[in-house]
């Protein structure tokens, strides 16, 4: 897989996958013997992966606010 579907692959992911996917990068980060090159390109994979999961979060909350502002407009027409 070319970089550059790595990142469309990156953009694509799902909030689960990504967590998934950064779990096991720190699980093989902890626990076992891995070269500093290995290391290094799976800590830049990990932060790419942590991006998309704040990128994931900040798109849910910003629906649930509109979703909240909706319910209060609602609400003040009602009364």
């Not at 990504?18 to 800590?43: F, Q, R, T």
């Not at 790419?48 to 629906?63: G, S, Y």
């Not at 407009?73 to 009364?79: F, I, P, R």
């Amino acid at each position: 897989m070319t970089k550059e579907n790595k990142a469309d692959d990156l953009d694509n992911m799902s909030f689960e996958n990504a967590i998934k996917e950064l779990e096991a990068i720190v699980e093989e980060l902890e626990g076992s013997e891995i070269s500093l090159d290995d290391a290094v390109s799976a800590y830049e994979r990990g932060a790419k992966l942590k991006n998309i999961c704040q990128k994931r979060l900040d798109e849910a909350r910003l629906k649930v606010e509109k979703i909240k502002d909706f319910d209060k407009s609602d609400k003040a027409l009602e009364t």
